[in-house]
């Protein structure tokens, strides 16, 4: 799945203008908060946000300011589940994740060494990547996947946890983003 199919995907599962009372990010099109949407020079009314301008914050948010694209030369499926959480949860936060995984699975920095875990998805992280991926194959990358998975919807349980009216998004946040 390229990037291009990732950002469509997400504005497929993320649907048209919603305004849920339950949503902290308030007025959303397309997924995008009203204020991301301000914050990118768009001042019109959010149910005329025009799907064009949708996708080119999702690809200059959540695709290269974090740095995803650069992790989509060494793994398109690692890349994709990255903007999807980014999205979701903000670029740092599957940043993290992608760190914590890797020194999970470095061998007590056998491997390779150990990540700072910022968020920060520059050289370090990509080298790792490079490294888990050359020792692991196609299989490691599989189950990169499932630990990324796995700490985004430990991380939606804790989100209801912390705010009740994140319950009303549980049931769909497992179903739709986590694999």
Known sequence: MSIDDVIEEIIRVEGGYVNDSRDAGGETKYGIT????RANGYSGP????????AIEIYRRQYVIAPG???IGALSQPIAAELVDTGVNMGPTVAGRFL??????LNNQGRSWPDLVV????GAKTREAL????QQRGREGEAVLLKALNALQ??????L????????????????????
Not at 34 to 37: K, M, Q, R, V
Not at 46 to 53: E, G, Q
Not at 130 to 133: G, R, T
């Open 34 to 37: 009203i204020a991301t949407a």
């Open 46 to 53: 959010m149910r005329d946000l025009p799907k064009s301008l």
């Open 68 to 70: 995803f694209d650069k």
């Open 99 to 104: 760190q914590r995984a890797l020194n999970a």
């Open 118 to 121: 910022d968020g920060a998805v």
């Open 130 to 133: 490079a490294a888990y991926l």
């Open 153 to 158: 919807a430990v991380r939606y349980i804790e």
């Open 160 to 179: 209801a946890e912390a705010r009740a009216a994140n319950e009303a998004f549980v049931y769909g946040w497992l179903r739709t983003r986590v694999a």
